[in-house]
């Protein structure tokens, strides 16, 4: 029954339902059409999700912009060019970079639209195994103007679309795909007001540039934004409980980030922990134990809480599908080779994965096409996310993929490690950020089981290491390709030539 334009209940039936439309949700459901499976995408705010609109794409926007800021104090302090910066104008900065999004979520929708996915606006939870319903729903403006919209291939014949307001019920023939991702993790009594506590969804839209900023977590993303706000002037201090920042990665990798980091003047304090914290009117006062047993007191103008994420599934109803979650809040699939829950028919993709998935925006891709293809009848290869590279987009950047020295070593292999510093290269003089390349191989020329590089421009680089562990060759593979001197690149295959045998300038 509809009473003025609003449909109070409708029904409809599709091949795959998805539920959440950033890189996992949307990822899906673009192959899943490009396969001739009937979608509908079920998104509550804008399609593209946390990495488009608060993550990967502004904050690597915003990073662009300080390693120009950066640049000009190396042109004037390195190579003798006079450059002066007059000051920042962040509202230009800002502009360009809400530009960069709003293009890439068009883009992003009229890809939707030409695949024929129908894009529904509004909260989904489950009500089955194969049932979901949508409140508040209504369909985009774009999928309104497609004449399909109403009569997609494969829908229930006279059923409404998604065109007004309203509830409706979907009926997945094939599937349902969770992939709600996730939000910052807060701290209690440190709510964030968007000023003075700010997360990371939130940091780069707090108002104006802080003179000060101190950092709660060292992991990626508050090692990045510790980076940013240092480029464009602030003091910054780095707070990070485990016993050195990017944990998770190769120890070198930590040790020569944190040299790199400390270099720019940014205070790093690992293995630290905040006692408490008094927001002010104008900032935020902290008192920090650091690893030496003293307790620092801390003002800044802005406190930056980056200590980690939590799944999204608030609303979901999980358990009308016989689903749970575990005590971190993760869905864990039954089957990992195609991320199938325990309820059939229902997979999950992105942020909602718990470890070894990594939780990133690209590793979200490549689950999204693997479970697409697992609903068309294919049978794709799992995803290896230890052949999924990792980066943070500091100053210096990091970048790994595979295993480091200690998992490898932990998983009881004997393996042979090779590190350069990018010094000992020309182009890594001529950028003059240090940095390193590091391999950890089986011994005896075996099989290279990771690779880690610390320095410029290395999330451009990490490529070909992705292809080495992925395909899993052997130092001596890699040896017989000729790397163009002068690059940075050139330490990576000088590194392997040493591992084969065959080194040239590495002693």
Not at 76 to 83: D, L, N, Q, S, T
Not at 326 to 351: K, Q, S, Y
Request: with cysteine; proline share 5%.
């Amino acid at each position: 029954m509809n009473t003025r334009g609003v449909n109070t209940q409708a029904t409809d039936t599709a091949d795959v339902i998805v539920i959440g439309g950033g890189t996992g949700g949307y990822s899906t459901a673009l192959r899943a059409a490009a396969l001739g499976l009937d979608v509908v995408l079920v998104e509550r705010d804008r399609i593209g999700g946390t990495c488009l609109h608060r993550g990967c794409i502004p904050s690597k926007a915003m990073l662009h912009a300080a390693e120009l800021v950066d640049g000009i104090a190396e042109a004037r302090e390195r190579w003798g060019v006079k450059a002066t910066l007059d000051s920042v104008d962040w509202a230009a900065l800002v502009a360009t970079r809400d530009d960069i999004v709003a293009r890439n979520h068009k883009g992003v929708e009229a890809h939707l639209a030409h695949a024929g996915v129908r894009v529904v606006r509004g909260s989904a939870r489950l009500t089955g195994a194969r049932t979901v319903r949508v409140e508040g729903a209504g369909s985009t403006p774009e999928a309104r103007a497609d004449s399909t919209l109403g009569a997609h291939a494969g829908s229930t014949p006279g059923a409404q679309s998604p065109s007004v307001p309203g509830v409706y019920d979907f009926t997945a023939r094939r599937g349902i795909v969770l992939a709600t991702g996730s939000r910052p993790r807060v701290l209690p009594g440190l709510e964030p007001d968007g000023r003075r506590v700010v997360t990371s969804d939130d940091a780069l839209f707090a108002p104006g540039l802080p003179a000060s900023v101190l950092v709660l977590g060292g992991g990626a993303i508050g090692v990045e934004y510790a980076s940013f706000h240092r480029s464009m002037g602030a003091e910054v201090t780095l707070v990070e409980a485990a016993d050195r920042i990017v944990p998770l990665e190769d120890g070198d990798v930590s040790r020569h980030l944190t040299r790199g980091l400390k270099k720019r003047g940014i205070d790093v304090q690992a293995g630290a922990r905040l006692l408490d914290a008094e927001v002010l009117e104008n900032g935020v006062r902290a008192r920090v134990r650091t690893v030496r047993g003293e307790t620092r007191t801390v003002e800044a103008e802005r406190l930056l809480v980056a200590v980690g994420r939590v799944p999204v599934t608030e609303g979901l109803d999980l358990a009308a599908a016989g689903l749970t979650t575990d005590e971190r809040g993760f869905v864990v699939p039954a089957d990992w080779n195609r991320l199938r829950t325990a309820a059939p028919g229902i997979h999950v993709v992105g942020d909602l994965l718990p470890p070894p998935a990594l939780g990133l925006a690209h590793a979200s891709f490549a689950e999204g096409l693997l479970v697409a293809e697992t609903l068309a009848g294919l049978r794709p290869a799992p995803v290896d996310y230890a052949a999924v590279p990792r980066v943070t987009y500091s100053s210096p950047q990091t970048a790994s993929v595979g295993l480091s020295e200690t998992e490898a070593r932990a998983r009881g292999r004997e393996v042979e490690v090779n590190t350069m510093p990018l010094t000992a290269v020309a182009k890594g003089m001529v950028h003059g950020g240090g940095g390193m390349v590091k391999v950890v191989a089986e011994a005896g020329g075996g099989q290279v089981l990771g690779v880690h590089l610390v320095g410029p421009n290395v999330s451009e680089m990490i490529a070909e290491s992705q292809l080495i562990v992925g395909w899993d060759a052997e130092p001596s593979d890699v040896a017989r390709h000729v790397h163009a001197h002068p690059t940075l690149s050139e330490a990576v295959g000088e590194v392997f030539l040493t591992l084969a045998g065959r080194g040239l300038h590495q002693q």
